[in-house]
């Protein structure tokens, strides 16, 4: 029985540490950002190999002052961690979305701009506004005036 509670309560810290790295942002940001985990792991492995040269069997003092390529690890690890603190401190980069005010704008700029450049596309609307234009052939249901009569040359 107490090998269930004490698995019930490791799951239970196993989903409370999961919920709390799913709303850290800077867990979230490591994971998202390529150029923080790369400045993440080459400052580790540059920590790691300076690491390596002091516990090699020299005093750590001699290791400290003496050793080119313990100087050069160490700084290529501040160095790294000094470039994933700056990305760190930047905000994320985030990809520019175009809004739906703004896509409604754009489609409406270029209609209107279809509508004044195109006279087919405009004779369309206007047909489908206030319907298509009828051909209106005139015939009279009137007889023509009959001609005046023609006043008679008169001599004086």
Known sequence: ??????????????GKA???????PYLQRLVADAELR???REAYESARKAYGRMANGKTPSKVLFEDKKFQKELSNAAESLRDAGAT???SPKRKKRLGVG???LLGVVGG??????SEGL?????????????????????????????PAASST
């Open 38 to 40: 790369e400045n993440v």
């Open 122 to 150: 405009r004779s369309k609307v206007l047909d489908l506004l206030f319907g298509a234009e009828e051909e209106f052939d005139y015939s009279s249901t009137t007889a023509p005036p009959a001609p005046a009569p023609e």
């Open 112 to 117: 209107v701009a279809a509508l004044a450049l």
């Open 102 to 104: 703004k896509l409604l």
């Open 1 to 14: 029985m107490a090998a269930k509670k004490q698995a019930a309560k490791g799951a239970a810290k196993a």
């Open 88 to 90: 760190l401190r930047q």
């Open 18 to 24: 999961y919920s709390n790295a799913r709303t850290n």
